[in-house]
């Protein structure tokens, strides 16, 4: 449909941008403001002032804009130009990227001269494209410009981002427009009389529709690349093959699959896989990078399928991706093997759609906030094959997990409604799992096959565990208990809702004045509960994050509970036992008066959160009450001196007994990774995994598998020998000549490994001036970050995190890595602190024994980023001092692939390297 403006009354608009001294309204300043207006989707006419606060502008403030408080010294205050700004914007509607960050800023400094939320017609694109562009990496403002092909100028200034917002907003136009008249309606029909964003824009399109009588029969699809999570391959010959026909020359592999090429590891490993099945054993392989790993052992698990199923865990999205969207397929056709493969996430990662569709039409219980998040799952909903939350990236779950708990799949209320719930993914999804041979998972849901939450996998007795580095923090992780106010709350007030229901349509019942009187003492035991709650943990989070105030930011802190320990938390849990002693009463009242009547959906529905609330009642012991196995630590976020949104967390320390149960459920087991060992052993991994403390009935094997690569032909590695300090001002200097003096030289891609944000934001502020350098920050994605990089020859990227793995940059798109620590991990991190602690108790050096060992797998990771195919060749550079100058370096290298030449000045490794790469 072509997109008529004058039809919905924007063939004016003004997009907004403020920047500010902070995030808080109420004490952060504006600094910058601007307003464009738009004619018929053209930029008309401009207004941008600086102001001037009355505060000074922060370092990190500077950096992110690039105003400085020299900049605004001599401009007007903000109420000086409001008039000018008032007039510019005239009565017209208003657009922004979040604009209710900028509005909120606007109305206090306008200090009741003047209401911005006079203005009826307000729109936010931030908001907007949830909604109609819910696949996007990242709604932030300048990756949204990106994916739209929109020049975004200079980020975090206000005329820039204001037109940015603009432009973005005709482009998401043009999908909203494309969206059918019913579902603009229930958009529409969502919105409460207090929720202004995007309201006027949904009620002029629908009357715009109406109008031009517009069939309501399509629906919007939105361009995707979501597939199918089944997958099918019948064979035509059923000929049962042997392993040694698929390998030898000429054979399967090498006729069928294109550009294929025989490697002897990948065989040996192939082979080893081959007899870990057959004799039901344990085999545990490093099989290092190129080797060809998943062919490896995708080839002895379709033999095998013919008479076993088989469990596929990975750790990334990326690999699950490989293995189900390419490398299944393709091999079971080159096999010519019978497969029927399904990718399978745990049942709380599926929407359920009668929970949605019932929460949609009862939205009295939830808060606008609430409800604008809901609304961007409305047109995903529609177009999604799988039901698969990972597909709308506009919905987090981890944030939004009190709203995800009342929409996604609950085995109580999807099995009450089997009968009428056809549109089930979840249920569609097991029963092609019980028609599969072959299923890839990831290692949390693997982990639930310990707890017992899904039963899916009882006839799986194969098991290969790939990336398995990461299997014993995911499944960590995935036994993770957590506690906030806000789920507590979100769980209470569904109750009360469901009360009030139960109370409205037995008026007229004997039991009307009982039931009344219990929900009296259900609201007054739960608010006992919640302040008691509240007073205590508050009170424990200023003790415990008191010396973290002055640090913006997310902050997880480990505490114990022991006798030195002061804070009772018995008299909260004491307060939640009388509260769901009440409720049980109430819960046992309705069930047993036939004076009261109660729907069938609603007995499910008390049962439900009956259910919720024992889960709530064993995380609040697990938390608050002391237990040896349990690392307990609290997360909040920080921002000028205020911790908001904090909440408890515990996992298990140790995990032996996951493995333990694994053991006994698979009659075979293979776990591998490029990365498994240090200094030519297992047993860091083999300790981690809990093997070593295991009486296992089967035999277990552990074999390391070399790259096929020729990594000392292909690879240059330099080791700094310098004394300098890796925490000094003079190791970044010498640094950042050496990586300029690199590119003046060599003039190739170079990637640069850090260990934080904040060393990252040392080099931004020593290399800002410098073009083709791209830093990875929380605002920008990694997408983007990519993109930027690989659009010059000469780029060169520093990031931190995320590109120590997963990433894949073959070829010319990286011939230089610059590691510039050895990634130990933050002893303050609540886990690696307890873990350490661990080592210490069994008087064992963690240094040795744990951290060093889990710094190197980190390390080997970093490094094979770097040589990703056959032809490529590379210089890697690790410039840390300590390899060099500490005794535990002689470990570090002799885990490292490759031979090291040691550097102590710029000139030669520049001169080196020049020679290396040509």
Request: charged letters at 25%; one cysteine or more.
């Amino acid at each position: 449909m072509d997109m008529d403006l004058n039809s919905i009354y924007l063939d004016c608009f003004v997009a907004i941008d403020v920047e500010t001294t902070g995030l808080d309204f109420k004490t952060d300043e504006i600094i910058e403001v601007s307003a464009v207006k738009y004619e018929f989707g053209k930029v008309v006419d401009s207004f941008t002032k600086l102001v001037k606060p009355n505060k000074l502008i922060s370092p990190f403030i500077t950096n992110l804009t690039g105003i400085k408080n020299s900049d605004v010294l001599n401009e007007k205050v903000f109420l000086d130009i409001a008039s000018d700004f008032v007039s510019f914007i005239d009565n017209l509607p208003l657009v922004g990227h979040n604009i209710d960050f900028d509005l909120k800023f606007l109305h206090n400094s306008f200090n009741n001269t003047y209401n911005i939320f006079d203005h009826n017609y307000i729109c936010d694109t931030y908001l907007l494209s949830k909604i109609f562009y819910y696949s996007s990496n990242s709604f932030k403002l300048e990756s949204l410009c990106n994916d739209f092909n929109i020049a975004s100028g200079n980020s975090h200034r206000a005329e820039d981002d204001a037109k940015s917002s603009g432009d973005l907003f005709l482009k998401l136009l043009d999908r909203v427009f494309m969206c059918d008249l019913n579902t603009i309606n229930d958009i529409y029909k969502c919105y409460k009389d207090t929720m202004y964003i995007n309201k006027n824009l949904f009620f002029h399109l629908i009357n715009y529709k109406i109008d031009i009588n517009e069939n309501n029969h399509k629906n919007i699809s939105i361009n995707n690349n979501y597939k199918s999570n089944s997958f099918e391959y019948k064979s035509k010959s059923n000929k049962k093959l042997n392993f040694e026909e698929v390998y030898i020359e000429n054979g399967i592999l090498d006729s069928k699959i294109t550009n294929y090429e025989f490697r002897v590891s990948q065989y040996e490993f192939s082979k080893n896989v081959m007899k870990s099945f057959d004799n039901n054993s344990i085999f545990v392989a490093e099989a290092e990078t190129g080797l060809g790993k998943s062919y490896g052992y995708l080839v002895p698990a379709m033999l095998n399928s013919y008479d076993n199923k088989i469990l596929l865990s990975t750790s990334t999205h990326n690999l699950q991706e490989q293995l189900f969207h390419k490398d299944i397929p393709s091999l079971s056709k080159a096999l010519d093997v019978s497969i029927k493969a399904s990718l399978v996430k745990g049942m709380k990662n599926y929407i359920c759609v009668k929970r949605f569709k019932r929460i949609i039409e009862n939205l009295d219980a939830l808060n606008d906030s609430d409800i604008y998040e809901l609304l961007s799952l409305m047109i995903w909903i529609k177009n999604t094959k799988t039901g698969d939350i990972s597909e709308c990236n506009s919905f987090q779950i981890d944030r939004l997990f009190h709203l995800w708990d009342l929409i996604n799949y609950d085995y109580q209320f999807c099995s009450f409604h089997k009968s009428d719930n056809t549109k089930c993914f979840y249920n569609k999804l097991k029963e092609e799992v019980q028609k599969s041979n072959l299923l890839v998972i990831n290692h949390s849901l693997l982990a639930t096959i310990y707890n017992k939450e899904e039963s899916l996998f009882e006839d799986f007795n194969l098991c290969v565990i790939d990336e398995g580095h990461k299997i014993t923090e995911n499944c960590r992780m995935h036994l993770k208990e957590f506690i906030s106010s806000k789920y507590m709350n979100g769980l209470y007030n569904s109750t009360i809702t469901l009360i009030d229901k139960v109370l409205s349509q037995n008026y007229e019942s004997e039991s009307y004045s009982n039931l009344g009187n219990f929900k009296t003492k259900i609201e007054v035991e739960f608010q006992n509960f919640i302040e008691s709650y509240r007073e205590i943990t508050n009170d424990f989070a200023d003790d415990l994050l008191v010396s973290k105030l002055k640090f913006n930011g997310k902050h997880d802190i480990r505490f114990k509970l022991s006798e030195e320990n002061k804070v009772d938390f018995s008299c909260f849990l004491e307060k939640f036992l009388v509260f769901k002693n009440h409720l049980e009463l109430f819960y046992n009242l309705i069930e047993k008066n036939d004076s009261i009547t109660l729907s069938r959906i609603q007995k499910l529905d008390m049962s439900i959160i009956k259910s919720r609330f024992e889960e709530l009642d064993n995380s609040l012991n697990n938390i608050f009450m002391s237990s040896k196995n349990q690392i307990k630590w609290i997360s909040a976020y920080i921002n000028n001196n205020k911790i908001s949104l904090f909440s408890f967390n515990s996992v298990p320390l140790q995990i032996e007994e996951v493995f333990g149960f694994f053991y006994k459920k698979f009659s075979s087991i293979i776990l591998t990774s490029a990365t498994l060992t240090v200094d030519d052993s297992f047993d860091f991994i083999l300790n981690e995994i809990g093997i070593n403390s295991l009486f296992s009935e089967k035999s277990f094997k552990t074999k390391r598998f070399l790259s096929p690569f020729f990594l000392k032909d292909q690879t240059k590695l330099f080791i700094n020998s310098s004394n300098e300090n890796v925490d000094s001002d003079g190791y970044n200097l010498e640094l950042k000549n050496m990586i300029l003096d690199i590119r003046r030289k060599v003039s190739k891609r170079t990637l640069v490994l850090c260990t934080s944000y904040k060393q990252i934001l040392n080099f931004k502020n020593m290399l800002s001036n410098f073009d083709n350098i791209y830093f990875q920050d929380k605002t920008t994605s990694k997408e983007i970050l990519l993109k930027n990089y690989l659009s010059n020859k000469n780029s060169i990227l520093f990031g931190t995190a995320s590109f120590w793995e997963g990433i894949d940059l073959p070829n010319d798109k990286l011939e230089i890595l610059v590691i510039l620590k050895v990634p130990f991990s933050n002893p303050y991190n609540p886990i690696i602190e307890a873990k350490i602690e661990q080592f210490r108790e069994k008087n064992m050096d963690p240094f040795i024994n744990y951290q060093l060992s889990e710094a190197i797998l980190k390390l080997k990771q970093g490094f094979g980023r770097l040589i990703r195919h056959q032809n490529d060749i590379g210089v890697c550079i690790i410039a840390d001092t300590r390899i060099l100058n500490k005794s535990y370096g002689q470990i570090i290298l002799d885990s490292l692939p490759a031979d090291y030449t040691r550097f102590n000045s710029s000139e030669y490794v520049v001169n080196e390297i020049d020679k290396f790469l040509g």
